[in-house]
T-cell receptor, first 107, second 116 residues
């Protein structure tokens, strides 16, 4: 599976958009980009996934660059409940979780 | 619709004992995955079962084993427990699409195993 690189942590103001970057320069053609988040000691929660087109659902938007070497997860209006560790994963079947980005939403 | 359910929620064992953890996937899902998350560490892939067969395993010793039943539920067995086996064990399920390229996994709340 391709490796991903994410910032260790980031802060975000409540109500503002949170943009979480992820680099995956070794992604191969059949690998999807998945985003999950884990709120303290709970099971990871699926957020969104994409192959090459930008995607949006009720939770977030996913922007994938044309060369697919990086992506950005956008939480449009962050709330305190969005405080979590966010994982960017590139995979075909097995999910390899790195350290993720610890996102802290501040009031 | 019920999500992935795991039991028990907590499990306390002593060194050398065996632990059995159970997982019921989302209805219609045929694949079950097991992950270990030690305190303060990331999730480590343990095992993948699909249609009753073990498809892949992570870098864990053979005393970590499991199986998948005809109803797609699964159990994880850890033999000869060691102190460092203390962790949150997470189960996920998915329905593999053709070619397996898209594989959205949905996680349970986990079983916290404490080895004393």
């Amino acid at each position: 599976d391709a490796k991903t690189t994410q910032p260790t942590s980031m802060d975000c103001a409540e109500g503002r958009a949170a943009n979480l970057p992820c680099n995956h320069s070794t992604i191969s053609g059949n690998e999807y980009v998945y985003w999950y988040r884990q709120i303290h000691s709970q099971g990871p929660q699926y957020i969104i996934h994409g192959l090459k087109n930008n995607e949006t659902n009720e939770m977030a938007s996913l922007i994938i660059t044309e060369d697919r070497k990086s992506s950005t997860l956008i939480l449009p209006h962050a709330t305190l409940r969005d405080t979590a560790v966010y994982y960017c994963i590139v995979s075909d079947y097995k999910l390899s979780f790195g350290a993720g980005t610890t996102v802290t939403v501040r009031a | 619709e019920a999500g992935v359910t795991q039991s028990p929620t907590h499990l306390i064992k002593t060194r050398g004992q065996q632990a059995t953890l159970r997982c019921s996937p989302i209805s219609g899902h045929t694949s079950v995955y097991w992950y270990q998350q030690a305190l303060g560490l990331g999730l480590q892939f343990l095992l993948w079962y699909d249609e009753g067969e073990e498809r892949n395993r992570g870098n864990f010793p053979p005393r970590f084993s499991g199986r998948q039943f005809p109803n797609y539920s699964s159990e994880l067995n850890v033999n000869a427990l060691e102190l460092e086996d203390s962790a949150l064990y997470l189960c996920a399920s998915s329905f593999l699409t053709s070619g397996g390229a898209k594989n959205i996994q949905y996680f349970g709340a986990g079983t916290r195993l404490s080895v004393l």
